[in-house]
């Protein structure tokens, strides 16, 4: 007995010794993919605010690289059919490796170093990308490129540290809304194209909102676009079914150029109770939504494997699940928010951010354009 124990002990031992020496050799396989991923990162260039302005991690020839190898359809609609603009295409996201901000835990303006990206917009004509700290350290951000070169402008500096989970444009009133939260419950916020044009990037000083609209029936804002005088504000639910709700803004009276809906209750100062106008579900880990002509986008994504590209006619609305999708197109990982704008479709990715970036997967630290003809195949 005492033979067969000793037996038993010893085969547990070596299962033991070979399973310690696959996990190791795979950490240490780990270990030196990422270590190769970061000795071809492009060199650190940085702007005078200390911002970095080079691409994170690819060169331009690498990145196009991969994406016809990993995929191909994208890499198509990007690419190989002519853009209806260039405005946006392959716009470097800055700040990615530095980025000037607000320390809560020294309480002083410092570097962060995992700014992550997650909405897109363009406004005017500037390009807009909104960024949390990974660590949850520094204020959040907004980046503001100039559309048509690409070229870093200047920083803002949000207050506090709101995940930013999306960003619009109202052409009509010249507004600019973000996704925030408010005692607890979801709020957009807005600030106008003048108080962008004019904001000191050198003071630090967080931007002043010109409206603060409490959504409590959404519990968590993470997708916005602007369609037709009304604002889209998608709920991200990680389990389970999301929600999108649409909001008219105001063109007349006191409200104008803001939120207005059947009943609006002030509770203190511009701050306002909202109800949304009408109501769909929507598929879960929804993360950015576009409308444009009478096509509906949404976004999907969730971990590191690919994205979801979901595109649906108007018509579904009412049913925005995935049977009554159009179609569905696979994009690489960590797709945030997307953007509709004459006849592209531009795409912001996570992965660029420290956080997210694995040495597995396509890392994007450029806006993806695409030719929203293209992806149905015309």
């Not at 010249?174 to 990037?201: E, P, Q």
């Not at 007349?252 to 207005?260: F, L, M, V």
Request: glycine share 8%; charged share 20%; hydrophobic share 35%.
């Amino acid at each position: 007995m005492k033979k067969r124990g000793k037996i038993i002990f010893r085969i547990i031992l070596i299962i033991a010794l070979i399973s310690g020496i696959g996990a190791g050799g795979y950490c240490a396989y780990e270990w030196w993919q990422d270590q190769e991923m970061q000795k071809g990162r492009p060199d650190l260039v940085k702007d005078k605010d200390g911002t970095n302005i080079n691409a994170s991690w690819h060169k331009y020839s690498e990145y196009q690289k991969e994406l016809r190898q990993k995929y191909p359809f994208i890499n198509k609609a990007s690419n190989y059919v002519p853009p209806r603009t260039w405005d946006g295409k392959d716009a470097i996201v800055p700040g990615l490796v530095t980025t000037k901000s607000y320390n809560f835990s020294n309480k002083k303006f410092d570097t962060a170093h995992a700014m992550t990206p997650q909405g897109i917009t363009v406004a005017g004509k500037y390009l807009l990308i909104t960024a949390y700290d990974g660590e949850h350290k520094h204020a959040s951000v907004i980046y503001v490129l100039d559309k048509k070169t690409g070229k870093y402008l200047k920083t803002i500096q949000i207050k506090g540290k709101p995940h930013l989970g999306g960003i619009a444009y109202d052409p009509v009133a010249k507004n600019i809304w973000i996704t925030g939260s408010m005692g607890g419950v979801s709020a957009l916020m807005s600030f106008s194209m003048k108080t962008l044009k004019n904001y000191n990037d050198k003071t630090h000083i967080p931007i002043k909102y010109d409206n603060q609209i409490s959504i409590p029936t959404i519990e968590r804002a993470s997708a916005l676009t602007y369609y037709d005088n009304q604002l889209f504000v998608g709920f991200f639910n990680m389990y389970g079914r999301g929600r999108v709700a649409s909001y008219s803004i105001s063109r007349s009276g006191k409200n104008k150029g803001t939120i207005t809906n059947n009943e609006i209750k002030a509770v203190t100062g511009n701050v306002s109770w909202s109800d949304p106008n009408g109501e769909t579900s929507m598929d879960k880990q929804i993360q950015g939504i576009a409308i444009y002509d009478d096509k509906i986008f949404l976004s999907q994504s969730y971990g590191s494997g690919d994205s979801k590209l979901y595109i649906f006619p108007s018509t579904a609305i009412n049913a925005l699940d995935e049977k009554n999708a159009e179609k569905v197109i696979d994009m690489p990982p960590y797709l945030e928010q997307i953007t509709a704008y004459k006849g592209q479709l531009l795409c912001l990715f996570e992965s660029g951010s420290k956080i997210y970036a694995k040495p597995h997967i396509l890392v994007m630290d450029r806006v993806l354009s695409l030719n929203i003809n293209a992806l149905f195949g015309n």
